[in-house]
Structure formats: structure tokens, C-alpha cells
């Protein structure tokens, strides 16, 4: 029998249903809603999730339940993982170029450079995540039989309100940075340009990244944003992309004295080496004090022991009785 | 407070405004005087059985100021340090300060450090 050449009816379309990520799944909004999202022309693209305050709950639980295991990796497979997530990107290339122009309104040339430069951002920042520890940290020369050192470690969950203007480059230039440093992530993507933010959901959700790092929200920033911003297990907030809302959530944010980065000016996301600003805030330093000496413990020591006989004159005065 | 036991000398009302020197045992996580810091000479102790449990009991909290770790095994306080969620940990010691030694916490402990280059970055434009 011959093989019938499917030529007669039309296939019907596989058309893409654009969902948020949340733990490592594809759900739609548990709200059911979703809104349209048009291109820089006003022409319709797509309908994308209109997540709930419930979704930004649900996200929040599920960076938190990501975080031991994202952050007990060593560095240098966080960076791994990253490069692979690099890699993924560069395999829908033509998918991002295409969400690229028609939000932005730009050229497939030009669309084709924003997504070589976010991809590139990608991979600069996969490469920092073994290097903080060694530029941020740092072995303090105490006057005392001390070994003292200070280490970079992740705030732990970190709300992100991804840039408008920027829905590809400045989605990386923001993400990035936060989970490079071991935090994971509930990204709040552009309301007016959300499916580079889908894309790229996808693009992780085939590397190797544990489900819960990145988790991403498309819908109203109004909806998303307050609830976000004041939620008591949220440790760190960047608003690079709060716009009008920025006070509002830096009040909410100060309720838990979460760790706040405010939108610049003029943000400038194509800026090559950013270097660590954005990675530096959404650090914690911990110092580690350790006794230097050649006695050994015993139940019944003085716990002291190695602290008190060698302090300085003086002490008292830059300590104030021992504490600051 | 049931299970809780408290202990101090006498009754701090015959003495003038101060506290003598009070520890509490049997204490859980649900107590409010292991949840929140008492701004006075009172320990509440809580016991582990196992280092996971001891690490999470002491990261279960919305502050990290600091920690301690008193053990003989290098190994295992280099372990417990790098898991407790606290701005300074003292490893077999405790209170101890310097000017060169970054000093602050995590989470609602507040912002930033002092002491160190930490602390000067603050300073730098």
C-alpha cells in the first residue's frame, strides 16, 4: 500500500499555550485567567498567564523549598548548569529572536543581536558563581589567635520585577546574577512583553536546573508586585522593573528589612562586564571566628579560654564592654 | 510554659531593676523565649540529638545575627559554620570582636556590615 501524501486537509495548528513556571512544572494560573499580549505595533501575539496573588504564593514556596538544594551545590556546578542553560538558549535562538522583534519592534537583525547579547550575559554570569567567594570574601587580619575569614553566601529567595523596556537582555541582566550567587528566584516577567520570560522558562526547564530555582510569573504587575513584595519569606527585592510602584514596595519590603536594589535611571543593560553590582546585593557575608592554639577542650573549661587573655589595652574602648 | 523549667536565685522585685541571671530548660521552638531575643541575662536552652537537627532548630528563626559552634572536630565545625544561617559564627569561643572583622547579620538582623573592608564599603562613593 502507498504511502497517502497528507495533502488534502489542512493540519491543525499545535499552538502553544504560554503557562508560568513554578517548581519545575508548567501550570496555568490557578486563577484560569489569562491576557492578551500585543506586539509593539498593537497587534495580537499570544494570551499569556494572568497570574494571582495565590501563583506569587505558590512561587514563593516553591523558591523556598529549592533553596538548600541549589545552594549545598558546590559553585562550580552551579556554573556548569548554568553554561548548560546558556546552551539551551542558544538552541531557540530563533524562537527568542522572534519574541524579541515583535516586542521591541525591531529588525530580525537587530532582535538577533539583543538575543546574542543575552546569551552571552548568560554564560558571563554562569562563569561567576566559583570567582564571588574569592573576590567577596576575605581572610580579616584580627588582632588575636584568631583564624577569621568572611564568605559571600545567597540571601536565600529573591523577588525580581524584570525590566519593561528590555523583555530578553534585561530579564538575563536581572535573573542571572541572583542565581549565580546561589539564591533561587520568583521573577516577575515584563506585563507588556511577557513570552521571552516563557521562553526562557522553557530553555531552563531543559537544562539542568532544579525546578523551584526560577520560578516565573506573567500577568498584572500591579497584582503581583505588593504581595510579592511584602511577603515575610521573601528575603531580597530587585525592583529594576517596578516603574511607578517602586515606593509602595520599598515600604512593604521594609516590613521583613528584605535586602532592596531600586531601579536605576538609566539601566543600562547592554553594558558588557556589569561586574558584580548586581550580584553584590543579593549577598550575605558570614564571618567565621576560630580559635588558633594548641590546647585541647575539655567539659570545664572556661569556654573563653582562647578569647580573653591576650585583648590589648585599650579594647575596651573600641569594644565598648565587648560588644558594638 | 509547660516543660519549661526556670531557675534564678532569688525574686528580682526585692533588689531594684535587675534580673539575676536566669536559665530555662526543657524549651521548644514554640516558645516565644526561643523565638524572640530576651534583652537580658536569660539563656533558653534547647537540646538536638543529631548536627542536621541542631542546624535546623538554629536557622529556624527570622534572624541571624550570630551563632555558636562548640565541638573539638574541626571537620564538624567547619560542617555546622557553613550551614548556620548567621551574619558571625564563633566556633569554640564567643563575643569576641575586632575592627577588622565584619560584624552584622542575615535576614531581619538588619543591613550591612561593620568592621573589615566590609564594613568600609559602605563608606566608598
Redesign the interface.
Given at each position: 500500500m502507498a504511502d497517502r501524501t497528507p495533502s488534502a486537509p489542512a493540519r491543525v495548528a499545535v499552538r502553544r499555550t504560554y503557562k508560568l513556571y513554578l517548581g519545575g512544572a508548567f501550570p496555568r494560573s490557578e486563577s484560569g485567567r489569562s491576557y492578551p499580549v500585543t506586539s509593539s505595533r498593537g497587534l495580537h501575539l499570544a494570551n499569556a498567564a494572568q497570574a494571582s496573588r495565590k501563583d506569587v504564593r505558590d512561587a514563593v514556596v516553591a523558591a523556598r523549598k529549592a533553596f538548600p538544594g541549589w545552594s549545598g551545590r558546590t559553585a562550580y556546578n552551579r556554573g556548569q548548569i548554568l553554561y548548560r542553560v546558556a546552551e539551551m538558549m542558544e538552541g531557540r535562538r530563533a524562537q527568542f529572536a522572534g519574541e524579541v522583534a515583535a516586542a521591541q519592534g525591531v529588525s530580525e537583525a537587530r532582535a538577533q543581536g539583543v538575543v546574542s547579547a543575552a546569551i552571552d550575559r548568560w554564560v558571563y554570569y554562569a562563569g561567576w558563581g566559583d570567582k564571588l567567594g574569592q573576590v567577596l570574601g576575605?581572610a580579616?587580619?584580627?588582632?588575636?589567635p584568631?583564624f577569621?575569614h568572611?564568605q559571600p553566601?545567597p540571601?536565600?529567595v529573591v523577588g525580581v520585577l524584570a525590566p519593561d523596556g528590555s523583555p530578553l537582555l534585561g530579564l538575563v541582566a536581572v535573573l542571572a546574577p541572583v542565581i549565580t550567587a546561589a539564591n533561587t528566584a520568583v521573577l516577575v516577567a515584563s506585563e507588556r512583553a511577557p513570552l521571552p520570560a516563557v521562553t526562557l522558562a522553557e530553555a531552563l526547564a531543559t537544562s539542568d536546573l532544579p525546578g523551584g530555582v526560577v520560578n516565573v510569573l506573567t500577568g498584572r504587575l500591579g497584582e503581583l508586585a505588593p504581595p510579592l513584595a511584602g511577603h515575610?519569606d521573601v528575603?531580597a527585592l530587585d525592583l529594576a522593573g517596578a516603574g511607578g510602584l517602586a515606593a509602595e514596595l520599598e515600604e512593604r519590603a521594609a516590613g521583613?528589612?528584605k535586602?532592596v536594589v531600586r531601579a536605576g535611571r538609566h539601566d543600562d543593560w547592554s553594558a558588557a562586564d556589569p561586574g558584580v553590582a548586581r550580584i553584590r546585593p543579593f549577598v550575605?557575608?558570614?564571618?567565621?571566628?576560630?580559635?588558633m592554639g594548641v590546647w585541647?577542650?575539655r567539659p570545664g573549661d572556661p569556654?573563653?579560654l582562647?578569647?580573653w587573655s591576650w585583648r590589648p589595652a585599650g579594647w575596651a574602648a573600641?569594644?565598648r564592654n565587648?560588644?558594638? | 510554659m509547660t516543660g519549661t523549667a526556670c531557675s534564678y536565685e532569688q525574686n528580682p522585685a526585692e533588689r531594684g531593676y535587675w534580673f539575676p541571671p536566669t536559665v530555662f530548660t526543657g524549651v521548644t521552638q514554640a516558645h516565644r523565649i526561643a523565638r524572640e531575643e530576651i534583652f537580658g541575662p536569660v539563656l533558653s536552652v534547647l537540646t538536638f540529638r543529631t548536627p542536621e537537627e541542631a542546624v535546623a532548630k538554629a536557622n529556624n528563626t527570622?534572624y541571624g545575627l550570630s551563632a555558636g559552634v562548640?565541638t573539638?572536630k574541626?571537620s564538624r565545625?567547619l560542617w555546622t559554620?557553613s550551614r548556620?544561617?548567621?551574619?558571625?559564627?564563633?566556633?569554640?569561643?564567643?563575643?569576641?570582636?575586632?575592627?577588622?572583622?565584619?560584624?552584622?547579620g542575615?535576614?531581619?538582623?538588619?543591613?550591612g556590615?561593620?568592621?573589615?573592608?566590609?564594613g568600609l564599603e559602605a563608606y566608598l562613593g
Open positions: 576575605a580579616n587580619p584580627v588582632s588575636g584568631y577569621n568572611s553566601e540571601t536565600g515575610a528575603n521583613t528589612l535586602r550575605e557575608t558570614k564571618t567565621v571566628w576560630h580559635p585541647r577542650l569556654v573563653a582562647a578569647g573600641v569594644s565587648g560588644r558594638w | 527570622p562548640w573539638e574541626g565545625m559554620a548556620l544561617r548567621a551574619g558571625v559564627v564563633w566556633s569554640n569561643t564567643f563575643d569576641v570582636f575586632d575592627p577588622a572583622s565584619p560584624f552584622g542575615y535576614k531581619e538582623s538588619g543591613y556590615r561593620e568592621g573589615g573592608r566590609h
